[in-house]
């Protein structure tokens, strides 16, 4: 399976570079997976299409503000470092760039000696590992001095840092927002409960390996990143109530929807308290096996995340729809616009 089966052609001036005022006054796409039918919403008007009994999957991941600009000690040289992952303790694997400048016993400083780090480990990449010293609390120190680290194609600064940030985000850990949890507002999900509708949580902490294009022409041979997820036991026994009652599982994003695959396909189609690491690939031909449903953003061409939708909803319907939306000028990535796979 050839990946320019899943290309098409998008208007830069369509990729949003700032969240719209209100959260859910975005337009809405809703797909019909079986038909490929097309009705144009707005965000708030998802309860419409919602019924009681089903259940929302929501990811409570919280990014950090993982992007940091320091010196080197010695030489007071310029660096830019983005933290990807907690080893251990205040042990860090990141990207530091230039990379050249620092090897293996490198001081750094950030934010006139509020933070400082050593670094303990080159490599591949511009990959370093970092350990951290400190006063007080490392997590403070970091809202204070980090910025968020918004995906290559954004090039607007962000004036309020919770904006890629869900309302509902929980557990720190994310270099990026599950950002189809962006157009919910607390009032709309006190609505969408009040119907009847559950709201159940997972976590996984979305990686950079995310927004990495995918380099191979045949589809089989890309390897997914891996990506930390973890699922409680009461969303577990909530999800296995809401199939035996008949209700519909729609997740909110590709995490919640890769974590639930992950976890039903180890359990014969059940759900059970879970945690790991995954890099399960979701593209056509996939039998789903967790989810009913899907809202997700509007992804970048010839990525995974779109397979991942044309896995639900058909390649040639999500083709025609992503038409569509450049047509109708919605707005595209982790700022813009929303699709409802139902």
Known sequence: MKVDLFDFHLPEDLIAQTPLENRSDSRLMVLDKETGEIRHEIFKNIK???REGDCLVLNDTRVL???????????????EILLLKQIEGDKWETLVKPAKRVKAGTEIEFGEGLLKAVCVEEADHGGRVLEFSYDGIFYEILDTLG???????????LDDKDRYQTVFAKERGSAAAPTAGLH???????????????????TLHVGLGTFRPVSVDDIHEHDMHAEFYMVSEGTARLLNETRENGGRIITV??????????????????FREDSGWTSIFI???????????????FHLPKS??????????GREHVLHAYETA????????SFGDAMLII
């Open 147 to 157: 910025e968020m680290p918004l995906p290559p194609y954004i090039k607007e600064q």
């Open 304 to 313: 995974t995340l779109i397979m991942l939708v044309s896995a639900l909803a």
């Open 283 to 297: 593209y056509p031909g996939y039998e789903f096996k967790g989810i009913d449903g899907m809202v997700t953003n």
């Open 184 to 202: 919910f507002t607390e009032e709309l999900l006190e609505e969408i409960r009040a119907m009847g509708v559950n709201t159940a949580f997972i």
């Open 48 to 50: 419409e299409y919602l």
């Open 326 to 333: 450049v047509r109708e000028q919605y707005r595209f990535f």
């Open 253 to 270: 994003g590709t995490t919640s929807t890769r974590t639930l695959e992950t976890v039903a396909s180890a359990n014969g189609g059940r």
């Open 65 to 79: 503000p993982a992007r940091l600009y320091g010196a080197k000690k010695d030489t007071g040289a310029k660096l």
